[in-house]
């Protein structure tokens, strides 16, 4: 690092370097790794607001704390209030051991608070010396110590590995602290180190009672839905419950159309609970190995995954349906994928998109920016049947992206609603091809009954879901973010009559 260096902010440098410990061995050990981040967007306060953080203990070695993109999202997750946006946070922390993830255990007792607070205040001369030559306008600045918390209690690595799109990945076994309403919980998480803050797939581990296994053998849980907005995501297929139904009465297999498989689980899902025939089509084949080897996904004859990047595959099947000519040089979809998109020619009843991005000024996102395009999203609603939903998993990196976002459903879609996953972070939203008919009084439909059953621990049943059946997340139904004004329908005014929601 050249003298003078950090005198001035600029956007999305990166430095770390090992420094002597103020306090050697109380509480982190002699040498120390301080990682210093400047935020990719320019400084909106004067002076710029500088921040410090403390490694856990022991979490040194996580990608989260190790790499610039977990720094980066670390920074951008703390300056989400208007009143501190962070214009350069500074790390602090053992010196990871290894270039891989450890094994983690969460201390039985965090430091004592009073050495903690003399290690903080040994700190500052540093944090001063860090500090660019702006914050010091007015006065030394004040640089708070931002905490880190999740409710991980232990971590085991299973396995690290590349894939050709995804990059360097990790599976992983941890106990999450589930008090005080619940004992921990054993799950099985799908990690990327380009975006290691975000939980990519997680399954629940259980018991494995096969005569074949070793007593106390664990074993992922099939369609398991502990992923936060996939309850959401399985909802949304309420608004066409009455016309699933009557599909799978007359003896036809409802058809999904998944583009981003994961460890699988919302395909294994809506396969094995619900009956329906799945695609899934998945960018990278060493994820699609992860799934098969350590989340229990498996193929059979009513759920097949093709090779290939989605959004290709979505215009490869629109251009099919409406007889144009599909370039798959220009489009990048493999030949592989178009052999096994040729038979779902009649279109599908539902869409399911969970994929995510990133960017450096913005961190990770979903979806997308391709797939908010007006060409993918019209060729999304031509593979739809006419009573066909599209749910998108959506994590915004601004707000100004979800309203422009929203504004582009509403000119392709009928309808349009929205669950807010109540994470903090994720949105469902669902569209329509065709508006939806409320339906004043709670249907006796079977696939109402197996919505139920699935999405039970989550959904009240104390409001309507659109309307449509009793289902609704936290206790609220979904928004009409937008209907239609050329069809003139607004579901929200049936909650309105009946005092379920308030008018804005």
Request: glycine share 6%.
């Amino acid at each position: 690092m050249e003298p003078g260096e950090l005198e001035r902010l600029f956007p999305s440098r990166f430095v770390s370097f090992a420094f002597p410990n103020p306090q050697p061995g109380d509480p982190y050990a002699d040498l120390l790794r301080v990682a210093v981040l400047d935020s990719p967007l320019r400084a909106s306060t004067s002076p710029p607001c500088i921040a410090a953080m403390l490694v856990p203990f022991g979490r040194e070695d996580d990608w989260i704390f190790s790499t610039v993109a977990g720094h980066l999202q670390l920074l951008l997750s703390s300056s989400s209030s208007e009143n501190f946006p962070i214009s350069r946070l500074i790390l602090v922390g053992d010196l990871p051991s290894s270039s891989s993830p450890k094994h983690y255990s969460r201390p039985r007792s965090d430091p004592d608070s009073d050495r903690l607070r003399r290690f903080q205040q040994r700190l500052m001369p540093l944090l001063f010396a860090l500090s660019p030559k702006a914050s010091f306008c007015r006065d030394l600045p004040d640089i708070p110590f931002l905490s880190f918390e999740d409710d991980v209690l232990r971590v085991t690595p299973v396995e690290k590995l590349v894939g050709a799109a995804a990059g360097e990945m990790l599976v992983e076994d941890v106990e999450l602290d589930r008090s005080p309403s619940a004992p921990p919980e054993l799950r099985r998480r799908l990690r990327f180190k380009r975006m290691p803050n975000l939980v990519q797939s997680q399954v629940r581990l259980v018991s494995d009672s096969s005569t074949f296994s070793s007593r106390g053998s664990l074993r992922p849980e099939a369609g398991s839905l502990v992923q936060p907005y996939l309850k959401p995501m399985l909802a949304g297929l309420s608004l066409i419950a009455p016309d699933l139904g009557r599909q799978v009465r007359s003896g036809l297999m409802p058809r999904a159309l998944c583009i981003g498989v994961g460890g699988g689980a919302l395909l294994m899902s809506l396969r094995l609970k619900f009956g329906f025939h799945v695609l899934g089509i998945e960018a990278d084949d060493a994820v699609l190995n992860v799934a098969k080897r350590h989340f229990g996904f498996q193929e059979d004859d009513s759920l097949k995954v093709g090779l290939g990047e989605g959004l290709a595959c979505i215009k490869f099947l629109s251009t099919s349906k409406t007889g144009k000519t599909f370039d798959p040089n220009h489009d990048k979809t493999d030949r592989e994928p178009m052999a096994l998109l040729r038979g779902y020619s009649s279109g599908f009843d539902a869409i399911m998109v969970d994929l995510d991005s990133e960017d450096a000024g913005n961190g990770f996102f979903a979806p997308p920016l391709e797939f908010v395009e007006s060409s993918t999203l019209m060729a999304v609603r031509t593979i739809l049947k006419e009573h066909g939903v599209l749910v998108v998993n959506v994590i915004p990196p601004s707000i100004s992206f979800y309203e422009e976002m929203i504004e582009s459903f509403h000119k392709i879609f009928a309808e349009l609603y929205e669950l807010d996953v109540g994470n903090g972070e994720n949105y469902v939203l669902v569209a329509t091809v065709s508006p939806i008919i409320i339906a004043e009084s709670k249907s006796e439909d079977s696939f109402f009954k197996m919505l139920e059953e699935v999405v039970g621990e989550t959904y009240a049943n104390d409001a309507l879901l659109a309307g449509k059946c009793n289902l609704a997340y936290s206790g609220f139904g979904a928004l009409v973010v937008r209907s239609n004004p050329l069809t003139q329908t607004n579901p929200a005014k049936y909650f309105l009559d009946k005092g379920i929601f308030e008018s804005e």
